[in-house]
Every structure is written in C-alpha cells, then in structure tokens.
C-alpha cells in the first residue's frame, strides 16, 4: 500500500523546508522530496536548495572573507595597525565556505528529524490524483516510490539563465554555481549581467585582485532601486575599481587558450572584444517547473515558465499550492520561506497574509544596498504625493569610527498621512538596518513614529531616525 501523507512538499529549499517544519509544527503528517546531491562528498541529498548550497550561504561567506581580506590589505593603518604581506589562500576561503554550508544543510535534517518530517530521497513529479488523493512519483537512485498526498507543496526554486550561443561549462564560462569554486581569483574576470548576483560575485574576486568589467544590456544601472541610490552606488562602485558597461549588446562568447573573447557593442554602437580569463554568465534565473508533470492534474505553467497561484499561493488544482521562485514576485529566499509558513497554516484553516510591499531587499556588496516598499521613480509614476527625507553616515559617529561612512538612508511618506511608504539604504550593515523599516512598513507606521523613537547612541541605526527627522526639516545632526 503507497504511503500517505496530509502534506507532500516537492523541493527542500528554503520556502519548501519551511513549508514542511510549519506544517509538522501543526499537526499534519509531512513528507518532504529533494534529489540534489550538490557535490556532496559522499552523494547524499542535500537540503537547502540552492541558497544554502550553490546561492545565497555559500556566496555570503565569500562576500565575508573577501571584505576582511580587503580591510586587512588596504585599511588597517588609518587604525594605526601595520602587517606584514598579505596573502589569500582561495583554497582555505573555500574549505570554510563549505563547512559552512555543510554545517547548516545538516542542521535542517536535524530539523526533520526533531519535527518528524519524512525525507523522500527523489525527484517528485504528479501522477494524477484519486480519492484517496494526489498520487506522486519519487523517482530517486534505488528506484520509483509512489506516494499518495492530500495536499501538495510546490517548492522547486530556480535555476541559473543562460545564454543562447554562449556554453556554461562552469569552468571557463560559469554561471553562479561555477563563480563561486574558482581556486584563484582570475586577473580578469568578465561579468554579464549587472544584477545582484552579478555584482556581488563581481565584488568578491575583484576584492581578492581580479580586474572586473561588468557586461549590462538594460541602458541604466540597478533599476530596481531608488534612483539615488542607484547613481550614488555606481560612484562608489567605479570607484572601487568595478568597470560597468551598460547599454551594451552581447555578441559571440568563445573560450580561447588564455580564457574566454567576449564580443559586445556598446550603447554608441562600436564594436569591442573583452579577454578574460573567467566569465560569469549572471542573467537572471528561471523556475524549476520542466519536470514536475503538471499536465497530470491539469495545471498549467504561464509564458514565462511560473505556476499561476492566487493571492495565498493556490493554484486552480485544489489542495495544491505552489510558493518561492516558481510563482510571481521577487526571486528572495525569505518570500520563499514567508510563503511557505503561510500556506501551512492556510491548510490548518487559519487565516495568514503577506503584504509583498513591505519585503526587504538586499545587494551584498560593499557598501550593501537595501530598501523596503516604494522608490521614488514609482511614487512618482502613480502621482502620489510624498515627501523625502534623507541622511548621510558620512555625519553618523558610529559609521566614521568603523570606517564605513560611505552612502545614506532615504525615506520616503505621504505627504499627507506621514505614513511610511519606502525606506532605502545605501552604506554599512543594511540588511540588518533594513529590518526597522519592513516592521515599520508592516504596521503602516508614520515616519513620526520612528522620529520619536529613542535610538541608542552612537549607532548605524541613528541614521534611520535622521532620516525620519529630516522628513519634516529637522534633523538634529546635519
């Protein structure tokens, strides 16, 4: 008889973990399926999916030891601090990157374990569905298991994008996964694709020495972002060394006996060749979805490769729900997780909700990037009437004793209501300051409200209170 389950979630990355502890935490019975090994050493599964094993994790510990080893080389005597040469040993920063990694993939099948989530060792793809419920094929190295769920998580994530025309061989030519196993920073290193992963791998080697040029299609710089932010951290970045060319048509890549020729035209229409050694192909990603056999229970994937869902990540197939990259909205890991909690408890009849607007975003480099809610460009283009208020670290004295003053806070509120509607930073430690504007986002809190809240001194966090301040004019510090 096929084993039964309340609860099957498809994919163990960070929404589809998730989705499977909350689930347990409420009482259903819950399976999980994963079949990446990730080049485990002894080709087990491993669990994370690719942000803890080939994104997110690993490339954060690289961004890590990359920024200590650029403090160490270039700004240890304005601290009075002398050293000898300084040298990098890649090999090392990657042992310590994968134990890292091996440490948290193996805590969450500690997790399974303590939430009695059942491991499923496969590949899950629909089968139809019967009365007793959805009928599932885990197809895994010993064989196929059929498997029988009343309700059904999709949580197979996304893949690296590449190119027409231009072979990923994650040795020359690599995609995310490849950028982060090289085994010496490469003199030049070629970067398409002037996304977050792009830059933030791009910094990480140019940091340890390579000569960066950065490859982008889209004629302006971090769209996504507040406009300020955008032109300030092209500064900055320039600054560093990061060569970024943007408007730029991509032509033939070809690897060569010294690394890889990259033709391009640029935004005036002349025609270039860049050497590299290395090449990072960073485009963007696309949904995991080829494999899962939806025509079996009359699902459909849309043009663009994502399954349909309502607000609450239902898809039209009842009891089946898809969450993280494979649905609309922004490719983050916490959306992913955020989603997942909230369609276990959906089953369990409770009655979450996510507000997408009030979701941080974070580019990991140096200095991060990070903003909640509306940008400017996009207040402006509803006609919404707002106003700005803005204050630089430059004028914070915690940021000028770490040495890290570079950038600014941004906040934006109605013009009316005061009520918060974007906050966005650029400078040191922004993906934890972030934090204050998503609760304050959450609550639809007035900038008043972060203005006469006591901030301690001296702190980063200081500058979000300014910022509140100068709102109204009135910053204290400026």
Not at 175 to 187: C, I, R, S
Not at 284 to 298: C, D, M, Q, S, V
Not at 456 to 471: D, I, K
Request: negative net charge; hydrophobic residues 40%.
């Amino acid at each position: 008889m096929n084993k039964q389950f309340d609860v099957l979630v498809i994919g163990a990355g960070p929404g589809g973990y998730i989705a499977a502890i909350r689930s347990a935490q409420l009482g259903f019975s819950v399976a999980c399926c994963e079949f990446n090994t990730y080049d485990d050493p002894d080709g087990e599964t491993r669990l994370g999916g690719t942000c803890l094993n080939a994104g997110c994790i690993p490339l954060k510990a690289l961004v890590a030891s990359s920024e200590v080893f650029e403090k160490v080389s270039h700004h240890l005597e304005e601290h009075g601090i002398s050293v000898g040469e300084v040298k990098i040993d890649v090999a090392r920063m990657q042992q310590r990157k994968a134990a890292i990694v091996t440490k948290m993939t193996s805590g969450i099948k500690f997790l399974f374990r303590k939430n009695k989530i059942t491991l499923l060792k496969g590949q899950g793809s629909f089968a139809g569905k019967t009365d007793a419920g959805y009928r599932i094929i885990i197809r895994g190295k010993e064989g196929e298991e059929e498997i029988i769920a009343h309700n059904v998580i999709i949580a197979t994530g996304s893949k690296a994008r590449h190119i027409p025309n231009i072979a990923v061989d994650n040795m020359t030519i690599c995609d995310n996964e490849g950028a982060m196993k090289f085994t010496e920073a490469p003199k030049k290193l070629g970067v398409i694709g002037a996304g977050v992963i792009g830059l933030e791998v791009g910094s990480v080697w140019r940091r340890l020495g390579a000569e960066v040029t950065v490859l982008e299609v889209m004629p302006s710089f971090l769209s996504a972002c507040d406009e300020s932010v955008s032109r300030e951290a092209s500064k900055l970045f320039l600054k560093q060394g990061l060569q970024i060319k943007l408007g730029v048509r991509i032509g033939q890549a070809k690897t060569t006996e010294n690394g890889v020729s990259v033709a391009y035209t640029d935004d005036q229409g002349s025609e270039h060749v860049l050497e590299c050694d290395k090449l990072i192909v960073s485009v963007g990603r696309i949904p995991n979805t080829e494999k899962l056999n939806l025509e079996a229970i009359g699902l459909q994937i849309d043009e663009r490769g994502f399954i349909p869902v309502n607000d609450h990540c239902a898809t039209v197939a009842a009891g089946v729900y898809a969450i993280g990259d494979v649905v609309r909205g922004p490719m983050l890991a916490h959306k992913a997780e955020d989603e997942g909690v909230m369609v276990g408890e959906l089953i369990a009849g409770q009655n979450p909700h996510l507000d997408y607007n009030s979701m941080p975003w974070v580019i990991y480099t140096t200095p991060e990037i990070a903003w909640a809610g509306k940008t400017e460009q996009q207040l402006r283009a509803e006609g919404r009437d707002y106003k700005t208020g803005q204050f630089p670290f430059a004028a914070n004295g915690r940021a000028l004793g770490l040495g890290d003053a570079e950038g600014f806070i941004k906040m934006l509120a109605d013009a009316k209501t005061d009520e918060i509607l974007g906050v966005h930073i650029l400078g040191a430690n922004a993906s934890e300051l972030i934090a204050e504007a998503a609760l304050a986002l959450e609550f639809r809190a007035a900038a008043e409200d972060i203005a006469r809240t006591c901030h301690p001194h001296p702190s980063l966090s200081e500058v979000m209170r300014e910022a509140a301040l100068a709102l109204e004019k009135r910053a204290l510090n400026i």
